[in-house]
Nanobody
Framework: QVQLVESGGGLVQAGGSLRLSCAAS????????MGWFRQAPGKDREFVAV????????IYADSVKGRFTISRDNAKNTVDLQMNSLKPEDTAVYYC?????????????????WGQGTQVTVSS
């Protein structure tokens, strides 16, 4: 069993920055793909970013490319999402998710474990 706990959400003005962190426990973290997703009220959960177990491969949603950066520290069992130039449309609950795999995937249904989410609100 893997447990994921997100932190770092909050309220920020448009153009500002936030750094989300996800702490994992329960397994050898380095064998797991880590993804970030978000869900706004009334909308489906959508892919934001994913990072391979080694950190060597990352994929971003077009809507966040160039503004968000995903990174991981396997020694600390953490994965971070640095969010810059935030926009009101980035407002959502952000979730981290994981699955033991050598390949990455952007589909939320592919992931086995999820955190409880952290709220990000961007005011205009």
């Amino acid at each position: 069993q893997v447990q994921l706990v997100e932190s770092g959400g909050g309220l920020v003005q448009a153009g500002g920055s936030l750094r989300l962190s996800c702490a994992a426990s329960g397994r050898t973290f380095s064998n797991y793909v880590m993804g970030w997703f978000r869900q706004a009220p009334g909308k489906d959960r959508e892919f934001v970013a994913v990072i391979s177990w080694s950190g060597g491969r990352t994929i971003y949603a077009d809507s966040v490319k160039g503004r968000f950066t995903i990174s991981r520290d396997n020694a600390k069992n953490t994965v971070d999402l640095q969010m810059n130039s935030l926009k009101p449309e980035d407002t959502a609950v952000y979730y981290c998710a994981t699955r033991r795999s050598a390949v990455v995937n952007t589909a939320p249904e592919w992931y086995d474990y999820w955190g409880q989410g952290t709220q990000v609100t961007v005011s205009s």
